[in-house]
């Protein structure tokens, strides 16, 4: 399921209750860093969806990237989307929208869009390395690490929802193998290979030590642990 940015009175609210707070605890919580990446994430949108206005047409898509930030935006018709099937382009390697998607996209659009409209629609795609929504941001907590949203708006800027569809026309999330391992403390990505297997006979016990290998305390280690009964 795709994500999309926090509508806006969400935002007003979160700034209306901060300028309530002491100075001292509100310059605190401005430099925060999920703070700041909250705000880079909805700016970044902001920015985009400015920048789209001068687009043409089915031009080339436009791509902004940062050091941990990553948007792509195209103005299109439904036809002409990023991330049809089994695209390869960078900006794609989250997401893969098959064909028949253009059919659920051109109805959910209908009524947003002016009747013989060609100004097309505004596709945004936006990829953030950390999380940028602090604790308790998100409701459901359905947000955990890395983010990837994809959202589809009119060329004035209203966003057009998308929801309910078929297998056939559902837009495919790819997400992180399991056993790739994240940022090491040199910066490197790390594959991590299985530890080994151990047979436990009936009522038996097993005892298992895992080590970190950097002094990050904010740093999460996850432990998967997979039960097999022999025959």
Do not use: W
Not at 3 to 16: F, G, I, K, Y
Not at 69 to 83: E, F, H, N, T, V
Not at 196 to 220: F, L
Request: aromatic share 6%; glycine share 6%.
């Amino acid at each position: 399921q795709a994500a999309s940015s926090p509508p806006p009175e969400a935002e007003d609210r979160e700034d209306r209750g901060l300028s309530q707070q002491p100075p001292h605890i509100l310059e605190e919580q401005q430099h925060h860093p999920l703070r700041v990446a909250a705000k880079a994430y909805t700016l970044s949108s902001v920015l985009m969806r400015i920048l789209m206005l001068g687009r043409v047409l089915n031009e080339e898509p436009l791509i902004l990237r940062g050091a941990e930030i990553a948007a792509a935006g195209k103005r299109a018709d439904p036809q002409s989307l990023l991330c049809y099937g089994e695209s390869d382009a960078p900006e794609c390697q989250r997401f893969s929208i098959p064909r028949a998607f253009n059919n659920s996209l051109g109805r959910a659009a209908g009524s947003a869009l002016a009747p013989n409209s060609e100004d097309g629609i505004v596709q945004l795609l936006f990829q953030v390395e950390p999380n940028p929504f602090p604790f308790n941001y998100i409701a459901n907590y359905t947000v955990s690490t890395e983010v990837a949203s994809m959202e589809f708006r009119t060329v004035n800027g209203t966003q057009i929802p998308i929801s309910d569809l078929d297998d056939s026309h559902a837009i495919t999330v790819a997400v992180n193998n399991s056993s790739v391992g994240r940022l090491d403390a040199n910066g490197l990505e790390a594959i991590l290979p299985p530890a080994g297997a151990e047979n436990i006979s009936r009522c038996g016990s097993i005892i298992v030590r895992v080590s970190t290998r950097n002094t990050n305390r904010q740093a999460g280690i996850y432990v998967q642990l997979n039960f097999t009964v022999l025959d």
